[in-house]
């Protein structure tokens, strides 16, 4: 139980310590609307770790369950206030820009705030969930609950704000004009247009296979659209593959892979390896038998006596399967051809775990 709750004391100061600037526009919000954990917000640096390491249980549940559900938080940038969301609302989501110079704007973002249930904050207007957000923590299984609904969080500095800001990846908005989203909301916190004026202090990925070294990217740009793209991955999962997250981590604990890069071209080429789950490993056992003949089945003497369990790993074994060290699901590289985008071919790609 110690265990526990330490593990979920130091969870909310680490996620306290890296929000990026639209997920503190998304707590205050939160704050705001739900009249949670107001005192928290309040304080910061040690005097916000005291205060996390005092919180009773049911309290500390409640802050994590609420920075877990931040994304369900949409911030619209900028829109601080009813003209800017008229305009907002014209521009990106009416598709009708032309029409700003005749409309009035203020009377649009009322209309716009009547329909969507949503306060400003700041420079923003952070519509709410309309449903209550679901409790993902109950005070037991946050060592289950892998935070994937990001990929990078990095610490950039500026010479107007030395001590630096974070910004979480993806950014939807990467690729796009005037819509702030995370990236952009970060530059204007920094008071800078361009990254490239912007110095990395930290790094920090969602995957602990990964990790991001300050000097590994001589281009901060570089850094950011490979994030980004890692945090495509997560999202999509494979276009919905079945257990995607537990075979592309086994695929990098497989490849050795602690680079961004070389986890990319994984993500591209997770047909090249074959993953079996281990609580499909009877199943295996099964379906290689049936493969050799319905002999062992059609056998009265032979019925249960059989552990496929055990044969399923000595097969998956012998075909050159190897278990994660999770014990998840074992996996092995199969003959297709492995297509390097981002990366050179290594003489000797692959491991023994």
Known sequence: ???????????????????????QTQLAAAIISRGQLKALSEKAGEERELAVRKMDPNTAKEAVNLLLALPDYEVICPAGSYEQLGEYYLRYEASQPDLIPYANLEQIGWNYEDSHLGIFVGYCFVVLPRQEPRQFYDGTNLDQLLDADWSLRLKLASP???????????????????????????????????????????????????????????????????????????????????RFLEKFRSALEYEQCHDLKLALDIASNLNCYDYCPASDVERFGEEVLQKQGETVFRDPVLQGGIDLKAYGEAQLEQQGYLLNTAETGYIRRNGQEFCHERTEPQPEFGMTM
Request: proline residues 4%; contains cysteine.
């Open 1 to 23: 139980m110690m265990e526990n709750k330490s593990l979920e004391r130091q969870w909310l100061i680490d996620r306290l310590e890296t929000l990026s600037v639209k997920e």
């Open 160 to 242: 107007a704000v030395p001590e630096g800001v974070w910004l979480c990846l993806p950014d939807s908005t990467i690729d796009e004009e005037g819509r702030m989203d995370e990236i952009r909301l970060a530059l204007r916190e920094l008071k800078v247009q361009t990254v490239q004026e912007c110095r990395l202090l930290d790094a920090r990925c969602s995957l602990p296979e990964l990790s991001v070294g300050l000097d590994e990217y001589q281009d901060l740009t570089d850094l950011i659209y490979d994030g980004n793209d890692l945090g495509y991955v997560l999202q999509e999962q494979g276009q919905g593959e079945p």
